[in-house]
Nanobody
């Protein structure tokens, strides 16, 4: 089993920055992908960014140039630095870890972008 614990969500003004992190524990294999999804009220959950253990990264078009994903393989952590935040970025952000055809989800952390 794998456990994921997110931290760092909160309220930020439009144009501001926020960083969220996720720590994974349990039975973690060296080859995996960690990432972030988000879900706003009434909207389907969507991919934000994903990074694999080799360092390859994919971003949603809506966040390219504003968000940066990074990971620490030794600590099994993944981070999302979010800059130039918009009200449309408001959502619950979920950490994910994918390995050997299984996908694990964190409980989510709320990011609210509002003045």
């Amino acid at each position: 089993q794998v456990q994921l614990v997110e931290s760092g969500g909160g309220l930020v003004q439009p144009g501001g920055s926020l960083s969220i992190s996720c720590a994974a524990s349990g039975s973690i294999f060296s080859m995996n992908a960690m990432g972030w999804y988000r879900q706003a009220p009434g909207v389907q959950r969507e991919l934000v960014a994903v990074i694999n253990s080799g360092g390859s990264i994919n971003y949603a078009d809506s966040v390219k140039g504003r968000f940066t994903i990074s990971r620490d393989n030794a600590k099994n952590t993944v981070h999302l630095q979010m800059n130039s935040l918009k009200p449309g970025d408001t959502a619950v952000y979920y950490c994910t870890l994918s390995q050997r055809a299984f996908v694990y989800w964190g409980q989510g952390t709320l990011v609210t972008v509002s003045s």
